[in-house]
């Protein structure tokens, strides 16, 4: 919205013509919006095409892996990437104690990471943004309610609860996927609750209300297009964080069982022993160097995208 000043009726036009001040500020508005592709950082396009090779490789797995993840060959046991003395051109990345093809488990392995970090991620900021309007709009006591079991969840150490949480229920991908996504919620919540505390104040949501509108309808189309764009800043910055946690907790056992799904924290957490050694150090660091690049490209092009959409960020 447009504050309410008082602004000339005519601007001068490039020519030398006037134009009415309305619409002079509706072209400077389309300027401003305008996507320009020169505008945007080299790192972003990098990360983006490495994000994009990853994404398409997990979802064409069977048709980019060189072989099945769990195809074994004990006589191909820690054989090295191709590169290294012993290397085959058929184990490009090396295979694992039990002769497994590196390569093809991580190609899988994206399937899993980004698969629950993507679900997780809806999950949370479903749950989350919901709890935030609803406190934010309603107030008193549901308001407290909300930020009370909110203050709780932060103030205990949340690898604790999933570790007590998957221990009762055991190791399943539906079980991770629950816990990873219950794991963000709270910051959807206090932001969400932040910027409807700001906006039911202003005097279009009075408006709104003055008119009849339901509490629901001001909440979801007045209110809730209004927190999108924090939203959105948020999911991206949050979706890093959810795919090293699952991997945090694959490391540990506790993440999807290894013998059905591929995971790169479950790699890394095989590999272990072997790190420092000359023999079998790429079972773990392969997967942890893809983790490592999907990670940094989600967080790097989410601060990006907090940068484009926040004006008071935004340079000239």
Do not use: C
């Not at 090779?53 to 195809?71: Q, W």
């Not at 308001?143 to 190791?171: K, N, S, W």
């Not at 013998?259 to 000359?278: A, C, F, Q, V």
């Amino acid at each position: 919205m447009l504050p309410a000043v008082a602004v000339g009726s005519a601007l001068a036009a490039p020519h030398g013509e006037e134009v009415p001040a309305g619409a002079a500020l509706a072209r400077a508005a389309r300027t401003r919006r305008r996507f320009r592709p020169e505008a945007v950082p080299a790192y972003v396009y990098v990360f983006g095409v490495m994000l994009l090779l990853i994404v398409l490789a997990a979802l064409f797995a069977p048709l980019v892996a060189p072989h099945e993840p769990f195809d074994q060959s004990l006589r191909n046991r820690l054989d090295p990437p191709v590169w290294m003395d012993g290397g085959s051109s058929e184990y490009l990345l090396g295979t694992d104690r039990l002769g497994q093809d590196i390569l093809s488990r991580i190609i899988y392995g994206a399937r899993t990471s980004l698969l629950i970090g993507v679900v997780a991620l809806l999950i949370g900021g479903t749950i989350g943004t919901t709890a935030g309007l609803v406190a934010g709009y309603a107030g008193g006591w549901l308001d407290e309610a909300i930020m009370t079991v909110a203050d709780i969840q932060l103030a205990f150490p949340f690898v604790l609860l999933a570790i007590a949480v998957i221990a009762v229920l055991g190791t399943s991908l539906t079980v991770l996927v629950v816990v990873v996504g219950l794991s963000g919620w709270v910051t959807y919540a206090r932001i969400t609750r932040a910027r409807v505390l700001m906006l039911k104040e202003i005097g279009f949501v009075e408006a709104v209300r003055s008119v009849g509108a339901s509490n629901w309808r001001i909440l979801l189309r007045h209110i809730l297009p209004n927190t999108l764009s924090a939203l959105i800043v948020l999911g991206s910055l949050e979706l890093a964080r959810l795919i090293i946690l699952e991997a945090t907790l694959s490391f540990l056992g506790l993440g999807v069982p290894p013998r059905t799904t591929p995971s790169w924290g479950s790699m890394i957490g095989e590999g272990r022993e072997y790190l420092g050694s000359n023999t079998g150090w790429w079972i773990s660091v392969f997967p942890g160097v893809v983790l490592f690049v999907t990670a940094l490209g989600v967080s790097r092009i989410g601060d990006w995208v907090r940068d484009a959409l926040d004006p008071t960020l935004r340079t000239a």
